[in-house]
């Protein structure tokens, strides 16, 4: 069973910056993995923050698009995200999520808390 351990959530100020990473541990070919970033806001659904796909192809939702950098360390069965100019609408729960290629077998993190205020 595939675990994902995010990291590097906390608090910070409106237009600060984090770095989120999340490690992936009992994997198998882990460059043959899509991977993601979610994030859940109270009382929703997770929704899509970015992805990366095993070639390096990455997408974002439009609220993020020009601020967050998702990128993968194969090397280290690792993903970041990068979050400059934060703001509040930002505030929420942030998930590494992984689906295999092969299986198309979907993993997610326990989830990192991410908030955003003044």
């Known amino acids: 069973q595939v675990q994902l351990v995010e990291s590097g959530g906390g608090s910070v100020q409106p237009g600060g910056s984090l770095i989120l990473s999340c490690t992936a541990s009992k994997v198998n070919n882990f460059p043959m993995y899509n991977m993601g970033w979610y994030r859940r806001f109270p009382g929703k659904q997770r929704e899509l923050v970015a992805d990366i796909t095993p070639r390096g192809i990455t997408d974002y939702a439009v609220p993020v698009k020009g601020r967050f950098t998702i990128s993968r360390d194969n090397d280290n069965n690792t993903i970041y995200l990068q979050m400059s100019d934060l703001m509040p609408d930002d505030t929420a729960i942030y998930y590494c999520?992984?689906?295999?290629?092969?299986?198309?077998?979907?993993?997610w993190g326990q989830g990192t808390q991410v908030t955003v205020s003044s």
């Open positions: 999520n992984a689906e295999s290629t092969l299986t198309w077998r979907n993993y």
